[in-house]
């Protein structure tokens, strides 16, 4: 096995090869410039080194830019290189409860604390870049085994339901309508990343996705 360690500057992005297949773990970088190189170089420098590689898997460890923004990118604009045959997330999409946790990454994305490079949301850049290709995604959760030798430790579901419930708690006592606003986008939202875990991606659905996030928030901030 050999491991590979990619210069992304601030973020993080390294490949485990064996003889049989090759896991890239995350692809992003926060900086907009690596050793005096503007970011979109690098990008491309390690998307060559990876098309070197017959058959290779994702693992998204969480949704930060520095974890994620080469992967849009190279969705984006080297469709030609992009070939990953499964992508792993996170699970914090299969429990109806995660609905609420993922109101608060939307939370986070309005309030400009977790957006992802370029003007659109994070969590539909990511699910348009997965849609636009039809990618099998696989959720991963702490003990969760995969690639026959790898076991996950994150996301420990009871762990973020906790810290989701107190946030959650204390943030709807003042902010009741915007935060069941969320929630309901947010549930539409955990229902299109299962749908893609079941290779029914549907197109149409995130665009009402994304009408309905600027119909109820961009459009109306002053619900927040």
Request: with cysteine.
């Amino acid at each position: 096995m050999r491991i590979r360690m990619y210069n992304v500057g601030f973020g993080d992005c390294f490949c485990i090869r064996d003889r049989k297949s090759s896991l890239l773990v995350d692809f992003g970088a926060a900086n907009s410039k690596i050793e005096g190189r503007p970011r979109r170089e690098v990008f491309d420098v390690i998307i060559s080194d990876l098309t070197t590689i017959r058959k290779k898997n994702l693992l998204l460890t969480h949704f930060h830019p520095d974890h994620v923004s080469g992967l849009l990118y190279m969705m984006r604009y080297r469709r030609d290189a992009y070939e990953f045959e499964k992508i792993y997330l996170p699970d914090v999409f299969s429990g109806p409860e995660m609905k609420y946790t993922l109101a608060l990454l939307l939370l986070a994305d309005v309030t400009k604390k977790a957006s992802l490079p370029g003007r659109r949301v994070s969590l539909f850049a990511l699910a348009e870049a997965l849609c636009a290709r039809k990618v099998k995604i696989d959720l991963l959760s702490r003990g969760s085994e995969f690639e026959g030798k790898y076991t996950a430790l994150w996301p420990d579901l009871s762990e973020v339901s906790r810290e989701t419930e107190d946030v959650f708690n204390s943030l709807i006592e003042n902010h009741e309508n915007a935060m069941t606003e969320l929630v309901n986008i947010a549930e539409e939202v955990r229902q299109l990343f299962l749908s893609m875990r079941r290779r029914k991606q549907s197109r149409n659905l995130l665009h009402c996705l994304r009408r309905l996030w600027w119909k109820r928030i961009q459009r109306n901030p002053s619900t927040l």
